[in-house]
């Protein structure tokens, strides 16, 4: 039941589902103003704003709590070290020693910043989740569910195209 919780796909536009991006590369920071991977005052910005800074993915997802297809996201399968942020904003998210193999389709973590995220009720689709979105900005990053790996016992089953990772041995500018 947990995985068919986290696989709920929702097509933006009804008619495509969110692609795989190919690179690591973000563009979505270069013309946006607010991200900041310091600030952490939170942000009130409306979304006919973010419509016109972000790539269309992301704004699916972040702005419109969509969903990106299961297996396809650029951090499903990666174990890199480092730190993983909003790329809407550049708060601060989840650290990579909290990912896990959850064979979901997303990337998973058992534990997240807690000055980074917040937690909403979520009754869409006639289910009862706990949305995830960044403390700062409020996007959408996905759903935490209490089927998760030791210490805490959560999955934090999260939508790569909200995700933007930094390596251990970059330098996190911005």
């Known amino acids: 039941m947990s995985l068919q919780m986290c696989s709920q796909v929702i097509q933006p536009d009804k ?3 969110i692609q795989k991006s190919t690179s690591m590369e ?34 699916a997802v972040a702005r419109e709590a969509g969903t990106e297809r299961p297996g396809t996201g650029k ?12 790329v809407v904003c550049g708060n601060h998210l989840f650290r990579s020693d909290a990912k896990f193999a959850s064979s979901c389709g997303w990337p998973s973590f058992f534990e997240a910043d807690k000055e980074g995220t917040a937690y909403k009720r979520d009754s869409t ?12 900005c409020d996007s959408h990053l996905g759903h935490v569910f209490n089927d998760g790996p030791p210490p805490t016992g959560t999955r934090y089953c999260m939508n790569s195209v909200s995700l933007e990772f930094v390596g251990d041995g970059e330098t996190a500018s911005k």
Request: glycine share 4%; charged share 30%.
């Open 125 to 136: 689709y006639g289910m009862e989740r706990i949305e995830v979105v960044c403390k700062r």
């Open 75 to 86: 951090y499903n399968v990666y174990d890199e070290k480092g730190e993983y942020y909003c």
């Open 15 to 17: 008619t495509k589902s």
């Open 26 to 59: 973000n563009s979505t920071t270069k013309n946006n103003p607010y991200y900041s991977r310091t600030d952490r005052t939170k942000l009130n910005v409306p979304n006919s704003e973010w419509k016109e800074i972000l790539s269309a993915d992301v704004y």
